[in-house]
């Protein structure tokens, strides 16, 4: 299959690795040329849970227009809060509707957000599938190589109503990954809105201070972290359940994923620490990193939308989301994900399943 892999960073490096390794034709496209310049003269070096090499992408560029000629599909692999401009520029690059779009990932909320966007632009999109987290833990130890030390095990998936090609595509193009049944219950299981939030809200001031100089899942995870965490996780059950989703604890949802160990004790969230790549992980380095800037306003607030739409009190939730705009007011950030990026301005729950395809 020919695909394109829009965003060069490490998600997007990983994704062009192991689509290129299962002998899948991969464009890469970056948005900047200083990101892209490193994989221009070598290609892409790459060790970790793939082994250790490099690969040459069929093409790599900034152009848009060129990157998805004769493209079968796209995977978009950058941070969530840019998936307004992503189809926005695939519109204007000429992507036919009839050509799949996978969302690596959509977070909470992504695919509709995606949806709203091109269909302000046409009304007819393209089938639209979303993973509920990133395929992968990678980071960058040089800027022409990734180091991928985790790849998910069993990775959520679901399409949107008529996307059934895109399913198709992701299925395909992504070993482990399993049809959820509805974007709602992908929505719902992404990790990172449970896990981060907790700890960067409470952790704020050491961040501040040291720069991030602390492990953000060993030495952030105190007592009164853990506590929010359970709390908030409990309010996304909740909601779930209000959709008709029975959904697992975020901590049994890593071990399906594989970042935490399978054999942890029941679901305590101290496991989390347990992970092999978790336990390594520093805290963010300033209230610019992606844990704020990323899982608060694109993974809490539209959080907030489902449980208002659904009717359940998510008093843990609204604190953070609260503390947080509080926190960052004046600085420049990305639009949130609220009811109207998603277009569910004035929705029911009636009209929202029908839209995902639950009714």
């Known amino acids: 299959m020919r695909v394109t892999v829009i965003g060069a960073g490490n998600g997007g490096a990983s994704a062009a690795v192991e689509l290129t390794l299962a002998g899948h034709d991969v464009v890469l496209h970056g948005r900047s040329q200083a990101t892209i310049a490193p994989f221009l003269q070598g290609g892409i070096g790459y060790l970790g849970v793939f082994g250790e090499g490099r690969i040459r992408p069929a093409l790599v560029t900034t152009d848009l227009k060129a990157a998805i000629d004769g493209a079968d599909a796209v995977v978009v692999a950058l941070p969530t809060f840019a998936l307004t401009s992503v189809a926005e520029a695939l519109h204007a690059a000429g992507w036919s509707s009839r050509r799949p779009v996978i969302l690596n990932p959509g977070h909470t909320g992504g695919a509709l957000e995606f949806e709203t966007a091109y269909r302000a632009r046409q009304p007819e999109i393209p089938p639209i599938a979303e993973f509920a987290t990133l ?19 069993s990775l959520r998936a679901a399409a949107l109503k008529g996307g059934e090609a895109a399913l198709e595509a992701a ?33 704020a001031a050491w961040v501040e201070a040291t720069g991030g100089d602390f492990t953000f899942y060993v030495q952030g995870m105190t007592d009164g972290v853990v506590k929010v965490m359970e709390a908030l996780d409990r309010e996304r059950i909740a909601v779930g359940r209000a959709f008709g989703h029975a959904l697992p604890t975020i901590v049994e949802e890593m071990k399906a994923i594989g970042t935490v160990p399978a054999d942890a004790a029941g679901s305590d969230y101290r496991a989390i620490a347990a992970g092999e790549a978790n336990r390594r992980i520093k805290a963010p380095d300033s209230l610019t990193h992606r844990y704020y800037v990323e899982d608060f306003s694109h993974g809490l607030t539209p959080f907030l939308v489902y449980a208002q739409i659904a009717g359940v009190h998510v008093p843990t939730a609204s604190a953070l989301a609260d503390l947080h705009a509080v926190m960052v007011a004046g600085s420049q950030r990305p639009a949130p994900r609220d009811a109207a990026a998603m277009g569910l301005v004035g929705a029911t729950m009636e009209s929202l399943k029908q839209r995902v395809g639950l009714l």
Do not use: E, W
């Open 171 to 203: 299925l395909a193009l992504f070993p482990g990954s399993y049809d959820c049944g509805d974007v709602i219950a992908s929505d719902l299981c992404n990790v990172n809105m449970v896990v981060h939030p907790p700890g960067a809200m409470l952790g």
């Open 135 to 153: 395929a992968y833990v990678a980071r960058k130890p040089a800027p022409d190589t990734v180091n991928i030390t985790g790849r998910a095990r």
